[in-house]
T-cell receptor, first 113, second 111 residues
Framework: EAQVTQNPRYLITVTGKKLTVTCSQN?????MSWYRQDPGLGLRQIYY???????DKGDVPEGYKVSRKEKRNFPLILESPSPNQTSLYFC????????????FGDGTRLSIL | GENVEQHPSTLSVQEGDSAVIKCTYS??????FPWYKQELGKRPQLIID?????GEKKDQRIAVTLNKTAKHFSLHITETQPEDSAVYFC??????????FGKGTLLTVNP
């Protein structure tokens, strides 16, 4: 089944404790991206990747890191999480950016205390 | 970057009525115009999209219309049903790698 898989689905952690949210897709998609969703603000892009080893900042990259060592995986890293990063996070992929729809994972609800 | 605005932010209709949500954008080079539906607690999913060489596309009760000159496109839902209740997002794109979503429209269909 074609899908985008995120883990974990839920995480409660404390300020400053490094964490990684994994994202994997099995559709051989070139483009992958991370979004955070906050009430009233919609989906805001954090980082995106056009292909292996090619990443760039979205609209809200501060406090986040990403890597794209393999085509299928695009982890989101919070080196020193803070409470303002408490949010619902979505990973998405598409065959190519532009004329193709985004396929979203099921989301990760992150709470930073 | 792309400036994307959706209106209205909330919309309440009676079952069977029509609903229209409008998305305006700033990048005249945009050439792909999708609409996503996000049900409560679920992930966003594409429901319909249109490309710039087409003015309108219809799929059963939903349709998208595009006005490239005025830089806006709209989602039309006819004969609304309670299961249409969700948040709808637009995300015009195609001109660069960064994607900007609208802030969303909460549609409530009252039985």
């Amino acid at each position: 089944e074609a899908q985008v898989t995120q883990n974990p689905r839920y995480l409660i952690t404390v300020t400053g404790k490094k964490l990684t949210v994994t994202c994997s897709q099995n559709m051989n998609h070139e483009y992958m991206s991370w979004y955070r969703q906050d009430p009233g603000l919609g989906l805001r892009q954090i980082y995106y990747s056009m292909n292996v080893e090619v990443t760039d900042k979205g609209d809200v990259p501060e406090g986040y890191k990403v890597s794209r060592k393999e085509k299928r995986n695009f982890p989101l890293i919070l080196e020193s999480p803070s409470p303002n990063q408490t949010s619902l996070y979505f990973c998405a992929s598409s065959l190519a950016v532009g004329l193709q729809p985004q396929h979203f994972g099921d989301g990760t609800r992150l709470s930073i205390l | 970057g792309e400036n994307v605005e959706q209106h209205p932010s909330t919309l309440s209709v009676q079952e069977g009525d029509s609903a229209v949500i409008k998305c305006t954008y700033s990048d005249s080079a945009s050439n792909y115009f999708p609409w996503y539906k996000q049900e409560l607690g679920k992930r966003p999913q594409l429901i319909i999209d249109i490309r710039s060489n087409v003015g309108e596309k219809k799929d059963q009760r939903i349709a998208v219309t595009l006005n490239k000159t005025a830089k806006h496109f709209s989602l039309h839902i006819t004969e609304t049903q309670p299961e249409d209740s969700a948040v709808y997002f637009c995300a015009p794109g195609g001109s660069n790698y960064k994607l900007t979503f609208g802030k969303g429209t909460l549609l409530t269909v009252n039985p």
